[in-house]
């Protein structure tokens, strides 16, 4: 099953507008809501896009997708300002450069694999969805002056370039697509508070039928999960492999004053697997809350994430040659870890909370892949878990820096010189022709991918400017009954979590994975 099938490009009649920018990189935008408008999103997109290729090193092409519209045309959710996925996630068993426990974004998994064209890749790597509503909701139209309420309303809540100033209610929309472009990139986790989150599909299915609803706070990898005939039963057969960003954090344990790798757990929830009727939705739940081993485990990770400043991002399992980060002592000093974003907020969501970044659309894979806040005013900003309103993106960049030594580095790139072929001094002739030449030249570092998530970038497995190369240090998982082919199913009306294929695993992203479960939630219960 592709995930193509369920992103929100049916909600469009044209086909979308598709650039090649380079050999590397293409856009597809999908926008109807007005040619003029389309035209700033589409420039927009640009601009983030050049930022990202301007300081990670591309094998080979990334198709990034955007589609505007109003959120309201798929499910209401006036306060979400965008989401990101990947197209698609694999598996890679054999690759060195790959860790086979953990699953990679296809963005990623096409810069890893050895012979790319012959593997079926969904038509885009990432996608990106904006939602208008978030600019059309941000005034009163009966206040706007010299607006007849024909075509684009002006000023809206979000800011372009070559906009006039910006006003304090509004966000830089190269902001907002660059955050989604990271989620979509691979900084998404598949720790989540699945079974309690009062807008997961799962916590809707046992609401209620789970007796004590406190036995459903517990933090799990993504669920392999199945759906018979449309309108039938849902199974759970187990916990699918964290992904490649989650093979990096570690927890502090509030209850034991530990601090231990979530991979370890992780591959102890993977362990836990059932089928047929035992993992119907409501028996595996019971199943899994009375195995004292592996729900102690998922309940303890519920409870550290609830208090603040307990997950970090280490970069532990890297090794890596020629960096910045060992060379620059300010990198050095500054980057050995990221403190990412936990407390109650990410856990106990209500309706009306985190407006800001909206988190009123289901999002599991982006509850724990924020940086923490301490960031905001530092150059990695730009995955805090909320959107700074009233100024530029390159305002907050070129503050952010201010406060930092400068980082420089060196980019050997193509370069014109006029090289002499013939000269007589005496005639003053001169016969020069214009070649290009590699040269390196260096670089001043002032991105609005701040070094530190740069590096979360590096960890996970893409080449950047500062550091050019790394080899991965690959994980040990213990060997259980739980395997892929244990979750494999190949009945046609099944509706999955996954499929799979000869070499890899071709995943349902989690927006995407989760928005076909919702719709189903309501016939099934």
Known sequence: MSSEMYDATELFIN????????DEVQIRVYCEVDPVFCAKVENTLISAVNQFADVVILKNQIVFQLSYYSFCRKQCANTTFGLGAPGSQFTYTFLEETDANFIYPQALAKQIAEFPSTLKWVHYDLAIDINHDIYMNALNPDELEGWDGEGMMPKGGYWFKNDSSIEDYQVDLEYVILHQMMHGLGMVSSWAPYFSDRNSPFNQLLQGIITTEDSLKIMT???????????GPTYITGFQPNMIFDKFLYLSMIAKNETVWLGDIGFEMQSFCLQDHEAFAVNFMNAFLNNATQSSRAKSVYVSMSYPETLTFRFDHLVTNDSQFLSNPYLRETYSSMLMMTGPEILERTATSEKNMGHDFYQPGVITSHVDDRYRDTPDFLMTHTFMKGKTLQSLVDGAYANI??????????VEMNVTLHSNSTVGNTTTRIEHQLQTVEQEYRSAIGPGLLRILEAIGYPTVLTESSSVIKSNKPENICDDDYHARSDDNLITSDTLSIYIRHQLPYPMLLFIFMNLVHIII
């Open 405 to 414: 030594p400068v980082i420089k580095y060196n980019v050997t790139k193509l």
């Open 221 to 231: 990898p993504s669920p392999y999960w199945h759906v018979k005939h449309q309108t």
């Open 15 to 22: 086909e979308p507008v598709i650039r090649n920018l380079s």
